[in-house]
């Protein structure tokens, strides 16, 4: 796959490497939004894509300056659908959020679904206070709420679906 220079030439989304795992996984932590639970998930997703490079579920990609990882995206197609992609995770490392980055990694990914053919993005997260920057992220990059699921993850935490149609 080819690299993409972001708007910072000296960041550059490429394909997640093996050396990328600990440093992904460190900023997982770092960022406190995510449980054990949940960083459990995104390491077992990331062990897919690095020891499994023949499945078709899953591709992740990072941002990095150097040899430094910056942040990843994870996203893959909707298992039977027609052209429905999902975007799993989307995280950049503390000290450099607020700069683009994610944005970045989400036009990157939005990109390769439209190359792969897709039409329909998903986009799910919580409803609680502590998510409301992610979700104004998602509604700046056109995203819409298409459904609520309420007391999802908890009581008084809803499931939302975001959706982008391409």
């Given at each position: 796959m080819e690299r993409h220079k972001t708007e910072d030439s000296a960041f550059v989304i490429r394909a997640m490497k093996a050396e990328d795992r600990e440093a992904v996984?460190?900023?997982l932590r770092e960022t406190s939004m995510f449980s054990a639970g949940e960083i459990e998930v995104a390491r077992e997703l990331i062990d897919?894509?690095?020891d499994k490079p023949?499945?078709?579920d899953y591709l992740i990609y990072t941002v990095c300056r150097g040899a430094a990882v910056a942040g990843y995206i994870c996203f893959g197609p909707t298992p039977a659908t027609g052209a429905t992609w999902d975007i799993y995770w989307i995280a950049v490392a503390p000290p450099l959020q607020g700069r683009g980055l994610g944005g970045r990694l989400l036009r990157f990914a939005e990109d390769e679904i439209?190359?792969?053919?897709?039409?329909?993005?998903?986009?799910?997260?919580s409803s609680t206070q502590r998510y409301s920057r992610t979700r104004d992220f998602y509604e700046k990059n056109g995203y819409?709420?298409?459904?609520r699921i309420r007391d999802f993850y908890c009581p008084g935490d809803?499931?939302?679906?975001y959706v982008k149609r391409i």
């Open positions: 996984l460190s900023f897919i894509w690095l023949q499945q078709k439209i190359r792969l053919g897709g039409r329909l993005i998903i986009i799910e997260t819409i709420i298409e459904a809803d499931r939302l679906i």
